[in-house]
């Protein structure tokens, strides 16, 4: 005979057993990582991999992962709730379609959370980011452009809230605009 499906039995079967959630990994981590970048799938990595490397630039250390507010809720619970007690300071969530995932990491941290909307086939994003920006009061999430603007944008405001307690990341975010200024040339060639 079929088990009756309850509430309980329902939410039940979606947690995992605590072994497994040990065994999550993320895909790219650096020593003491300070910002959080996190995506619902692995097809938003062409867009928040901008952030990394933005990131990287201004050597500032990260961890990437991918937990969906949909399809692993109890890992993103896990990671999101214990990234404060890990030393992460800022958490970039990128999100596409309903764009759920950084309203669910604001839900279970105190932490800046910074969201990057994906672009997509239906409205080109607009999707994304009206979902992010119409968070309730009390749960904040930073919105960012679409797309690879807003990953790089992500990165930059991360590092503006780090070089707030930290000189050297304050340094290389000077130097990072610094450069950026120089590169835009007085005439077209």
């Known amino acids: 005979m ?8 329902v939410a039940s079967s979606r947690r995992k057993p605590a072994a497994k959630k040990a065994s999550r990994k993320t895909s790219h981590k650096s020593a003491a990582p300070l910002v959080g ?4 799938s692995q097809s938003d990595w062409d867009t928040m991999r901008h952030a990394e490397e933005t990131l990287k630039k201004l050597k500032i250390p990260c961890e990437v992962s ?11 619970a ?3 709730g214990g ?11 990128g999100a596409g379609m309903a764009a759920a995932l950084p309203g669910a990491v604001a839900a279970v941290t105190p932490l800046p959370v910074l969201g990057v909307p994906m672009e997509g086939k239906v409205s080109g994003g607009l999707d994304a980011i009206l979902a992010m920006v119409q ?3 009390g749960i904040p999430v930073g919105t960012l452009a679409v797309g690879r603007a807003g990953a790089v944008n992500a990165a930059l405001l991360s590092a ?6 930290d000189t050297r990341i304050e340094k290389a ?3 990072f605009r610094a450069d950026q200024t120089r590169a835009v040339p007085v005439k077209p060639s």
């Open 2 to 9: 079929p088990r009756k499906l309850t509430r309980r039995t």
């Open 37 to 40: 970048i996190v995506m619902g």
């Open 66 to 76: 991918i937990h969906s507010a949909h399809r692993t809720p109890d890992r993103l």
């Open 78 to 80: 896990d990671y999101a």
């Open 83 to 93: 990234a404060k007690d890990r030393g992460i300071k800022v958490i970039i969530a």
């Open 135 to 137: 968070m309730p009061g």
């Open 160 to 165: 503006a809230v780090l070089a707030l307690s």
């Open 173 to 175: 975010l000077d130097k």
